[in-house]
């Protein structure tokens, strides 16, 4: 157990440093948190209401951080390039994640244009119906791609890897509520990228030089 919560602590802070430098895609965070946790709660008396929130809301806030307002050059607190970066991503790297944002987008088109999704519903007689059939299949899609990556990582890098990085999506919302709520009031201020203070703290002390 103790080695599974160091992990945990490991990839959350790797993902913190690595990924979220912008106070715009910070801020974009906090708002997926809070609607992610807002879905968790739907998720016991209507799952398809819950999937909505998660991919309309969450996930739409949450990526478009990451695509339009997150630096894509060198980055010189942690001394590695975007790509590097992209390589060692335990999760979705960008690449991947257009590849599921493509499947989440060709859902509706597809029910839209076979209303039965290959015979798994009955033609929807109206607006709503549509609605719901979208989300069921956006319910199943979150859930697929949680379990796709986190058996490919059972392969990749382990078994304890993947739990651990399958348990921090599931609390990120939680944990980016926390570590994030102060972005906004730093965006307010004019500060558009995190100074990551506490990562050039730690590379000093690996150095064997004080703080400033």
Known sequence: MQSFLSELKMQRWDDHRYYHHSRINQSLHLLSAISFIIAYITLFFDPVK????GWLVSMVSRQSGHFFF???GYDRINQASHEHKEQIKVGYN????????AIWA????WLWFDPTFLGVFKPHAVDTGF???VGEIWLIVGIAALLFRMVHLFFLKGVQTGLVWATKILTDPFNDAVIYVKAPLY????ELIDPMGEVEGLHEAHAGRPSA
Request: aromatic share 0%; glycine share 4%.
């Open 131 to 133: 609605v719901r059939h």
């Open 50 to 53: 819950s999937a909505l929130i």
């Open 187 to 190: 965006l307010m201020r004019g």
């Open 106 to 109: 060709l859902v509706p088109l």
């Open 94 to 101: 960008l690449r991947r994640k257009i590849i599921l944002h």
């Open 70 to 72: 997150e630096p894509k």
